[in-house]
């Protein structure tokens, strides 16, 4: 630190505070801190040029990539500071939540694999082979469990999942879903499908008497996503899991009166900080489908534990 006042004057400002107790955590690029502060990279940048330029952080280029990090010098000299700023900002637990998720998502290698295997699968045509197909082989091969199909609409999804599950659960807001779900049900013969009319933020289940809860797209039509994730933990038997199929965060404003959508997407730290205050352990959050048509929505699954 060259000039204390300098270095004062500089984290006063609660943007470069938080950068700054970020990267006394760990080394983190400019798009890292974008995802986790959901800032533009210019105002990101900004800030960093300035920390950077009274000593206290240091960068190091990867390839395209430039990582950032404090000075371990500066640490000691720093330390009653960087704890009266962890006390003051009430961002911090959650700059701290979503530093563990890009931490995670970096290390997750599999992941990564998949995302990349994902945008191959189709591209060279092989006949027969189709995600229609292979979804439908993968819902064979499920457990014999009990599902809850929380948002069902008329339960395609749910009749699909019935075929081997033990027991499938569906539930929507709509009679008119509810009753045409259930006819259908009737007419296919099956027995172990039932559709019951509820909210997801109140589903009328009883606790811990499922193995899966499941949102298909359902999520981003509830009034309070905190309060339908919490109900999902209420009815989910010890080490069951929560399945979120959901839209990534875009801004088609038209998806609210074409679609009846309430949020317009979740960003995965969103959707990871929302499941952790549920009360839900190892979550995964991954993006598997990207629209190549305008406003190019994104689709994340989000799976964790109970």
Known sequence: MSDLLATLRLLAEPTRLRLFLLLNEEELSVAELQDILGMGQSRISSSLAQLKRVGLVRDRRVGKNVYYVAREENAAALASLLEAGRQELPEVKTDLAALRLALKKRKDAASDYFNRLAGKFGRTYIPGRSWQALAHALLRLLPPQ?????????????????RSARRVIAVDNSSAMVEFGGDLARENGFTNLEYRLGDIEAP??????????L?????????????????AHRILRPGGRVVILDLASHSHEAARELYGHVWLGFSEVELFQLLQ??????????TVAREKQAPHFQTLLATAVK
């Open 215 to 231: 949102f298909s797209q359902a999520l981003h039509h509830a009034g309070s996503p905190a309060r339908a994730l919490g109900e």
């Open 204 to 213: 009328p289940i009883d606790d811990a008497s499922v193995d899966i809860a």
């Open 146 to 162: 009990v599902i809850a199909d929380l948002g069902a609409g008329e339960g395609t999804l749910s009749q699909l999942l019935a």
């Open 277 to 286: 205050k549920a009360g839900f352990q190892a979550v995964e959050i991954s």
